[in-house]
């Protein structure tokens, strides 16, 4: 089972799969981002006069992946501080170039290894000894051959520019909207932006409603049957230039829901079951993001229990919980205002990913593996220094007032 659950470029896929290739490639394109490099590209100079066996440059090469039947060609680019570190950013060239900074970077007796953390991917390899070429494999639970050519600044490939923001005052409306019923036989569960289009693919309106208000399915009062059953496939392009922010994916949602299927509701306050976020007493432990602040946020599964959160607040989080974890709403209470980066790895029990295993059990923890992560509430107190505990909390509703299957487009 594999659930990745995406924002920004990829807001969320949750499916089935036997693992998800990072680069990240099984994500339809999309990907949680990585704080842009900061090193500047080695100059054309650097390229063409460095000795045979000097690493620094510009490398590329196509990472060929079977499961996907997709080729992605993969930019590489090494400088060194002025400490003499190595500093590496690789792009994936056709998943829109967004920059992913190695944690850690050596070459020593020909051979190149880096690490990208956050994607529990390495790579290693060796280089030909006239330094044209470097072999080697990329590692992500699979290996994949990776084969590296020095560039020059006529062979290099063009990293595409990022896409602009959209303005943070503007409130997207729709310019071009499809809502069609899922393909039976389509797997997976999926929320993306492409270029400038929220598409969504197998989403029950349970899925969309929570999504674009920020709740759990427990937080909607009044619901027909078919919001847990029916699944569509959507396509909105909104009606504003640039990329949109979280809030402004929300809001387009918002608007499409009240366009193509006439939602209306009313809010209410009601005493809910949830689980509570607080901080430890030793005080958090996530690391504050060095993303930028018109960085989108991430928050992908590379299976269950396996957590990466990128540019988020807590917030944020305790939305990204609720939604694809949760059996309850997750109310945040502790006082953070950060955005925060940080890996989370549990063995879940059988509240958690309920409605993505149907109804099936939770998988077994392997009571003689001593290397099994801990449950959720362990996990996240000894990692990140936060608390989930049960508790009460007055929180939000959205009590259904009219609703209709959307007509053909």
């Not at 470029?9 to 099984?26: D, E, N, S, V």
């Not at 992500?140 to 051959?145: R, T």
């Not at 504003?240 to 009240?258: I, S, T």
């Not at 396996?306 to 807590?314: A, F, I, Q």
């Amino acid at each position: 089972m594999m659930v990745s659950m995406m924002m920004g470029h990829g807001l969320f896929r949750r499916g089935t799969c036997a693992k998800l290739l990072a680069i990240p490639i099984l994500a339809a394109g999309a990907f949680a981002q990585t704080p842009a490099a900061s090193t500047p590209p080695p100059s054309a100079a650097t390229a063409q006069t460095s000795s045979p066996r000097d690493i620094v440059g510009t490398w590329q090469g196509t990472l060929h992946v079977t499961q996907a039947n997709r080729d992605l060609r993969i930019v590489c680019k090494i400088t060194k501080d002025d400490k003499g570190e190595l500093k590496l950013v690789n792009y994936s060239i056709d998943q829109g170039g967004q920059p992913m900074v190695a944690d850690k970077a050596s070459f020593q007796d020909g051979a190149l290894k880096f690490s990208i953390d956050f994607l529990h991917a390495s790579y290693e390899g060796k280089m030909s000894p006239d330094g044209k070429t470097i072999t080697g494999s990329f590692t992500q639970g699979d290996s994949i051959p990776l084969n590296f050519d020095r560039t020059t600044p006529d062979t290099a490939w063009a990293i595409p520019e990022p896409p602009k923001a959209m303005p943070a005052d503007a409130k997207p409306g729709l310019d071009v909207a499809t809502v069609k019923p899922s393909k039976p036989d389509q797997p997976g569960k999926l929320f993306t932006f492409r270029g400038r289009s929220l598409v969504t693919i197998n989403t029950s309106m349970n899925d969309l409603v929570t999504f674009a208000y920020g709740l759990h399915t427990k937080q909607i009062i009044g619901a027909p049957d078919w919001f847990a059953t029916d699944l569509f496939d959507v396509d909105a392009i909104p009606d504003v230039e640039g990329r949109p922010n979280l809030d402004q994916m929300r809001l387009l949602l918002q608007k499409l829901l009240a366009d193509r299927f006439k939602l209306t509701f009313h809010h209410d306050q009601r005493e809910l079951s949830a689980y509570i976020l607080t901080v430890t007493s030793g005080g958090v432990k996530a690391k504050v993001t060095t993303a930028a602040p018109t960085d989108p946020p991430g928050f992908m599964f590379r299976g269950l229990g396996d957590l990466m959160v990128r540019n988020m607040d807590m917030k944020e989080f305790a939305k990204g919980m609720q939604s694809a974890v949760m059996d309850k709403p997750v109310v945040d209470q502790t006082g953070l205002k950060d955005r925060y980066d940080f890996n989370l790895k549990w063995t879940p029990d059988d509240s958690q990913f309920a409605q993505f295993r149907g109804s099936g059990p939770a998988p077994p923890r392997p009571a003689d593996d001593p290397n099994a992560p801990p449950s959720l509430y362990t996990a996240i107190q000894e990692q990140e220094g936060i608390k989930i505990t049960p508790g009460k909390a007055q929180d939000d509703v959205i009590v259904i007032d009219h609703v209709e299957k959307p007509s053909a487009n």
